[in-house]
């Protein structure tokens, strides 16, 4: 199994910038992709950024160009910096990751909130 551990959320103004940072523990070998997720209230979880192995990334499109995900493997830990924060960014923010080619891990989430 693997298990994650978020930390970096909280309160910015529109405009302003947040890291966010998810440690992974646990059967980490197996890790193919890992990703970050959101859900507004009263909204489906969304994909918002995700990284492979070989190193390709992919963005939603409401994200691409202000968000950028990276890993540090030594760690165990990647990264979702988010630039240009705007309102619409406020959720939940879920790590991800997809292990051994089809199980799911999630963290427990971190809530961003962008105030106008």
């Known amino acids: 199994q693997v298990q994650l551990v978020e930390s970096g959320g909280g309160l910015v103004q529109a405009g302003g910038s947040l890291r966010l940072s998810c440690a992974a523990s646990?059967?980490?070998?197996?890790?193919?992709?890992r990703g970050w997720y959101r859900q507004a209230p009263g909204k489906q979880r969304e994909l918002v950024a995700t990284?492979?192995?070989?190193?390709?990334?992919n963005y939603a499109d409401s994200v691409r160009g202000r968000f950028t995900i990276s890993t540090d493997n030594t760690k165990n830990t990647w990264y979702l910096q988010m630039n240009s924060l705007k309102p619409e960014d406020t959720a939940v923010y879920y790590c991800?990751?997809?292990?051994?080619?089809?199980?799911?891990?999630w963290g427990q989430g971190t809530q961003v909130t962008v105030s106008p």
């Open positions: 991800n990751a997809l292990f051994f080619g089809r199980l799911n891990a």
């Open positions: 646990g059967n980490t070998f197996s890790i193919n992709v």
């Open positions: 990284i492979n192995n070989s190193g390709s990334t």
